[in-house]
Each structure stands twice: as structure tokens, then as C-alpha cells.
């Protein structure tokens, strides 16, 4: 393990990355100079790079810093939109697992209200966390934790789907209608349905034509 402050060394050459950089001075392996990295504890020129990607510059100075702190990414912080004595809610950004899956698993959205109230100055760790629900750590949305097993039970109650679903499940109000937007009743038809004798060629039907003709020669002289 290197010291506190390793380097700084000057770049001979331009072109290489800062980790192929870190690692070809320090020895130490991939896994963990994307670590320091990641956490913000190379500096170039005496600004943090967090991108392993980066590279140097002929006669740039490269140094790790390991007594560093973790930049602050906003995007990743997460932001609380209510929180009282009972809940507290976050704005889940994506990317971020609700609880902990595995062990000693950081960066979570219990570990984001953690870190918001330190930066407010409240105390972070004496207050607990307790599951209300969950969503994926590919989406993002608001995300609820009660603060008593108390303040638990009764959201559990109030929506008990919810451990079982990103969502919780919200029946939609029906759309009131107005007078005007009344539909009117549909009129039954005064009209006798069609029947099969009704029909042109049927027995019933040729019988009712020959009588109309009978009665239409008597009202016409003409036609006798």
C-alpha cells in the first residue's frame, strides 16, 4: 500500500492513461487504481480526474492522494423532497440500488439520506431507515423510508402491494360528466321487426302483395 500522498511524477511522454500512468509507477493493480480513480484520488496538475479514460500530457504532473475526498456528484446524490418526524422521501437518481443487496454494498439510496443530512448538519446515523417499497436500480423516482416501525406498519397497511411492485398501484377517479355531457337513452323503434314471411318470395309476403294489388283495383275503375 502506498503512502498518503504518492508522486507527484512528471509525464515523459503524452498519450497514456492516467491509470496505465498510476499503475506502471505504483504497482498496484487494475482493480485498484480505477478504485482511486473512481473516488477521486488521482490528481493531474493538482486537479482530481475521475475519468479513467483521461489522459496525460508531456510534462503534466500526476500524483495519488489517497487522504482525498470523494468528489461530490449531484447527479448521483439524489435529492429529499419531504421529510418529517415519521418519513422521509428521496428523488432516486438512476443507477442506484434502494437497500443494499450485498454485503458491505455502499452508495445506496439509504447511504444518499445519510449523506444528505450530514451535509445539513443533522445527525445520520441515529435516526433508522425501514423499507416501504422499493424500485429498480435502473430507474429513477421518488423512494419512501419510515423512520419507526410504527410509521412502517401503517404504510405497509395503506398500501400493502407495494413491497411486490416498483409502484404503488392507484386506482384513476372515473371523469365525472356534466348534465350537457349526459348521453340520451336510445329510443326503442316503433317498427315491427322483420320477419322471415316478411321476406320477398315468402308465402306470407306474396299473399300481402296479391291483396294490395285486389284493394288497389277497386279504388281504380281503370285498372279492372
Same mark, same amino acid.
Given at each position: /500500500?502506498?503512502? @498518503?500522498?504518492?508522486?507527484?511524477?512528471?509525464?515523459?511522454?503524452?498519450?497514456?492513461?492516467?491509470?496505465?500512468?498510476?499503475?506502471?509507477?505504483?504497482?498496484?493493480?487494475? #482493480?485498484?487504481?480505477?478504485?482511486?480513480? %473512481?473516488?477521486?484520488?488521482?490528481?493531474?496538475?493538482?486537479?482530481?480526474?475521475?475519468?479513467?479514460?483521461?489522459?496525460?500530457?508531456?510534462?503534466?504532473?500526476v500524483?495519488? !492522494?489517497?487522504? @482525498? $475526498?470523494? $468528489?461530490?456528484?449531484?447527479?448521483?446524490?439524489?435529492?429529499?423532497?419531504?421529510?418529517?418526524?415519521?418519513?422521509?422521501?428521496? +428523488?432516486?437518481?438512476?443507477?442506484?440500488?434502494?437497500?443494499?443487496?450485498?454485503?458491505? %454494498?455502499?452508495?445506496?439510496?439509504?447511504?444518499?439520506?445519510r449523506?444528505?443530512?450530514?451535509?445539513?448538519?443533522?445527525?445520520?446515523?441515529?435516526?433508522?431507515?425501514?423499507?416501504?417499497?422499493?424500485?429498480?436500480?435502473?430507474?429513477?423516482?421518488?423512494l419512501?423510508?419510515?423512520? #419507526?416501525?410504527?410509521?412502517?406498519?401503517?404504510?405497509? /397497511?395503506?398500501? $400493502?402491494?407495494?413491497?411486490?411492485? #416498483?409502484?404503488?398501484?392507484?386506482?384513476? $377517479?372515473?371523469?365525472?360528466?356534466?348534465?350537457? +355531457?349526459?348521453?340520451?337513452?336510445r329510443?326503442?323503434?316503433?317498427?315491427?321487426?322483420?320477419?322471415?314471411?316478411?321476406?320477398?318470395?315468402?308465402?306470407?309476403?306474396?299473399?300481402?302483395?296479391?291483396?294490395?294489388?285486389?284493394?288497389?283495383?277497386?279504388r +281504380?275503375? !281503370?285498372?279492372?
Amino acid at each position: /500500500m502506498p503512502a @498518503a500522498s504518492t508522486g507527484p511524477w512528471t509525464a515523459d511522454k503524452a498519450g497514456e492513461t492516467v491509470t496505465a500512468f498510476v499503475k506502471a509507477r505504483t504497482g498496484e493493480p487494475w #482493480s485498484q487504481v480505477k478504485r482511486w480513480c %473512481e473516488r477521486g484520488k488521482i490528481f493531474v496538475d493538482g486537479a482530481v480526474v475521475t475519468d479513467e479514460a483521461a489522459r496525460v500530457s508531456k510534462g503534466q504532473q500526476v500524483e495519488v !492522494r489517497l487522504g @482525498a $475526498p470523494r $468528489p461530490r456528484d449531484e447527479k448521483k446524490e439524489g435529492t429529499l423532497v419531504f421529510d418529517d418526524a415519521h418519513v422521509v422521501v428521496i +428523488d432516486k437518481p438512476a443507477g442506484v440500488s434502494s437497500v443494499p443487496y450485498e454485503d458491505r %454494498e455502499t452508495g445506496t439510496a439509504m447511504d444518499l439520506i445519510r449523506g444528505a443530512w450530514r451535509r445539513m448538519g443533522v445527525p445520520a446515523t441515529s435516526v433508522p431507515l425501514h423499507v416501504v417499497h422499493r424500485i429498480d436500480r435502473a430507474t429513477s423516482g421518488l423512494l419512501m423510508f419510515a423512520k #419507526s416501525k410504527r410509521a412502517e406498519r401503517a404504510l405497509a /397497511m395503506q398500501a $400493502p402491494h407495494a413491497r411486490r411492485r #416498483s409502484a404503488v398501484p392507484v386506482r384513476r $377517479p372515473r371523469a365525472r360528466r356534466d348534465a350537457h +355531457d349526459r348521453i340520451a337513452p336510445r329510443r326503442r323503434s316503433r317498427r315491427r321487426p322483420a320477419r322471415l314471411d316478411d321476406l320477398p318470395g315468402s308465402r306470407k309476403a306474396s299473399g300481402h302483395s296479391h291483396s294490395r294489388a285486389r284493394a288497389a283495383a277497386r279504388r +281504380d275503375p !281503370r285498372a279492372r
